[in-house]
């Protein structure tokens, strides 16, 4: 692997040693910010590319870490946090499916205070439930390892199966499901509503899967980790008698669209699935949850836990749901998951390998994080290769070197963890790892700050790889979508000197082939040599250079939320950059105010951190980079002058229709006829944003019983303060 190649992986290196419990509020921020830009890395690689580098065992500890941050310091919560988005974008070649009800996931839980707080979660949302004597009935299941797969039938015809893809858009694999023979082509008897989408599991038995891998050995074809992988590699094949060939099966647990209700609780929903042919996941119990007691429900957990392996098909916890559907519908969803469901997860798995290397990765900010790359080793089924080790406190408090037998675990059913080195094990010519002082990839040196757990790469623009993951990230498919701007083109246009800003990028074609001067001291190049044009590049022709030039044309119109994002600012992503387009709507707008925020006591600022979904560590990474003088040349660069290189558009609203949308809302006080969350929730999924703080931008405040200082505040800025009934009536009209 080149240097470059390993910077792909994982750029995580801050405070991951500490407890959630120890971590303070900066800290906090800082980790969730490389968990958003580590998660969205890796969900690309899984759902998109088909390619993904972490176990699932890896992807999930980072999840649960991030959840559990999140957990604690709730007002950090980021708009692009993984914990709002469900997946990645449908994988290339299949057709693209529209979920009309998106297709979500669902929170984990762990041990049994998270099943707590969950409960806790529903009682305080649904008022009704305050009363701790009402009892609540929970639909029980095992929480099947596959993948998920969502099934339409029109007038009990099946027309289409779809994966989940981003939630949104999901990949049409119609032909696949139809080899599947637990999916009935056709539903018997009435009583199924005209449109049903029926969701759920496809999966594979542990012996099917045996069978399968002792098929693919003799065969000499691939050798699949586990049931879900083997599940999910045939389901995303384009050729339809592959999966016809694979012992594939489905379990029904949940439906998507459906043109009439056809049940009242989980329960008797999972009863007409049965009814109409499904397969349910069994055993299955109906439970009844008192605020004071969830013996029952860890009663099942257990059950389910001791007779994991006699099942016969793979699961890595239980599913627990409100069994009430008037209930579910009022709980709702939050971002990716349903509040009215959560998984619980089973305990962790630990296993013993060997360290064979470590290896330093510098990521787009100059992190350096050191992975240990293990000797590969199956735990619960999932192949572990690779552990961070996160920092150089890290390997000195578990002293970890080169040739160390490890204890590794995975928790929440996924994880690779290093707990710690079996001192007995290790070699006698063992020397203790010593951390790079000087950046792997361009030799500038590497510092610390005080009371920071990081360490970083001091080349800046100087250190290709930094660079070349900024350069990579402005042109990648959620930013400017550049198709053929990829880590390996980018790393030869930006060694042969050709691409060095993302200016460059646009006036590469202009450039070709009228004699640039190649160079920038980059590997030891001295700049000397006159380019020949791409097209006759070693590897390149006629019509990939003028692919290239016409993907380059093509990305010149970009909305102003993907700019935003693409310009990489610390703890920018996605969802925060479209938090940022929504409140400014235009460049102009948000690059005047920018500026105007750099002053903290003005209302620009005021303004800016009243966003929802904005802390005070995120308003400063944006407004320090705005600072910046090589960051604004760039802006100017791309946007500025009389013929811009880039055209950047308004950001256009949503067109959902009601009083409220578009507005700015801030709930204060208690309110009478339903909890401050969900009357939140409500108001968002009518299209307003709801703010935290009150500002001369607020357009209605919301006032109930015991209101203080922001009912206070929005008296003296005069907005428009709102009763609970008024605001009612508002939200009816
Ligand atoms: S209900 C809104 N029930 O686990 C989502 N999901 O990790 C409702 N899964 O996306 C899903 N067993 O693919 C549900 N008994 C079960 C399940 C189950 C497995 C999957 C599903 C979900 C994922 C979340």
């Given at each position: 692997m080149t240097k470059l190649a390993q910077n792909r992986t994982l750029n995580r290196t801050s405070n991951m040693d500490k407890a959630v419990q120890q971590l303070d509020a900066q800290e906090a921020s800082t980790e969730l910010a490389e968990l958003a830009n580590l998660l969205a890395y890796h969900d690309n690689l899984y759902?998109?590319?088909?390619?993904?580098?972490?176990?699932d065992a890896d992807y999930d500890a980072l999840r649960q870490r991030n959840n559990a941050i999140e957990v604690r310091f709730p007002e950090l919560i980021r708009a692009d946090s993984p914990s709002q988005k469900v997946g990645a974008e449908p994988a290339k070649g299949f057709k693209k499916v529209i979920h009309r009800v998106p297709m979500l996931s669902l929170d984990n839980a762990f041990v049994e205070d998270d099943i707590k707080d969950w409960l806790d979660g529903v009682r305080n949302f649904l008022r009704e439930l305050k009363d701790p004597d009402v009892i609540v009935e929970i639909d029980c299941e095992p929480k099947i390892d596959g993948l998920s797969c969502s099934l339409r039938y029109k007038n009990g015809v099946l027309v289409s199966g779809a994966t989940r893809g981003s939630g949104g858009v999901g990949e049409d694999i119609t032909a696949n499901v139809k080899t599947i023979s637990d999916i009935p082509k056709k539903l018997p008897g009435e009583g199924w509503p005209e449109v049903l989408e029926v969701r759920g599991e496809v999966y594979m038995t542990d012996d099917g899967f045996l069978k399968l891998n002792a098929e693919q050995e003799i065969a000499g074809g691939k050798i699949f980790a586990n049931p879900r992988n083997a599940a999910a590699g045939s389901m995303r094949q384009l050729d339809a008698t592959i999966a016809a060939r694979r012992p594939l099966r489905f379990y029904a647990y949940t439906w998507g669209e459906?043109?009439?209700?056809?049940?009242?609780t989980q329960w008797e929903a999972r009863a007409k699935f049965k009814s109409w042919g499904f397969e349910l996941n069994e055993p299955s119990r109906l439970v009844k949850v008192s605020e004071i007691s969830l013996s029952e429900l860890v009663a099942y957990y257990q059950d389910i836990e001791r007779n994991r392996s006699s099942l016969g098909f793979s699961i890595d916890g239980i599913v627990l749901k409100v069994n009430r559907l008037d209930w579910q519908n009022r709980l709702g969803f939050v971002s990716r998951s349903p509040r009215w469901a959560t998984a619980w997860k089973f305990a962790p798995e630990r296993a013993q390998t060997v360290i064979n290397a470590i290896e330093c990765q510098v990521g787009r900010s100059g992190k350096i994080t050191p992975v240990a790359h293990l000797a590969p080793i199956s735990v619960g089924g999932v192949l572990v290769q690779r552990a961070t080790l996160h920092n150089a406190d890290e390997i000195l408090r578990k002293d970890v070197r080169v040739g160390d037998t490890v204890m590794i675990q995975r928790a929440g059913d996924v994880i690779p963890q290093i707990i710690g080195v079996l001192q007995d094990a290790r070699p006698e010519n063992s020397v203790p790892y010593i951390f790079p002082t000087h950046c792997p990839v361009c030799d500038s040196l590497v510092v610390r700050e005080e009371g920071d757990a990081g360490s970083f790469c001091t080349g800046g623009l100087v250190c290709a790889a930094q660079v070349i993951e900024r350069l990579k990230h402005f042109a990648s498919r959620d930013a400017?979508?550049?198709?053929?701007?990829g880590e390996k083109n980018i790393a030869l246009f930006y060694e042969r000197g050709l691409i060095k800003t993302p200016v460059d990028i646009f006036t590469l074609e202009d450039r070709d082939g009228k004699g640039i001067k190649g160079g920038n001291g980059a590997s030891g190049d001295t700049g000397a040599r006159v380019l020949p044009p791409l097209r006759v590049w070693e590897g390149w022709g006629e019509t990939s250079a003028a692919k290239l030039f016409t993907a380059i044309r093509h990305a010149k119109v970009i909305s102003l939320d993907r700019f935003i994002y693409s310009l990489g600012i610390h703890q920018v992503g996605q969802a925060t950059a479209r938090l940022l387009a929504k409140h400014y709507l235009s460049l102009s707008e948000w690059r005047l105010c920018m500026n105007a925020a750099q002053d903290p006591d003005s209302e620009a600022y005021a303004n800016l951190i009243s966003i929802n979904g904005l802390g005070e560590s995120m308003v400063n990474d944006i407004l320090s980079f705005i600072a910046e003088p090589h960051n604004s040349e760039v802006l100017e660069g791309l946007t500025g002058g009389s013929e811009p290189l880039v055209t950047v558009t308004d950001f256009e609203r949503p067109s959902t229709l009601s009083a409220v949308s578009g507005k700015t809302v801030v709930f204060t006080g208690n309110l009478d006829t339903m909890s401050r969350n969900e009357a939140k929730a409500q108001a968002e999924g009518l299209g307003a944003n709801v703010a935290g703080s009150v500002s001369k931008k607020t357009d209605f405040v919301i006032v109930g019983a015991s209101a203080g200082s922001k009912e206070k505040k929005a008296r003296e800025l005069n907005l428009t303060i709102l009763s609970e009934a008024q605001w009612l009536a508002l939200i009816k009209s």
């Open positions: 759902h998109a590319e088909d390619a993904p580098e972490l176990s459906i043109s009439a209700p056809f049940a009242t400017f979508d550049i198709e053929g701007l």
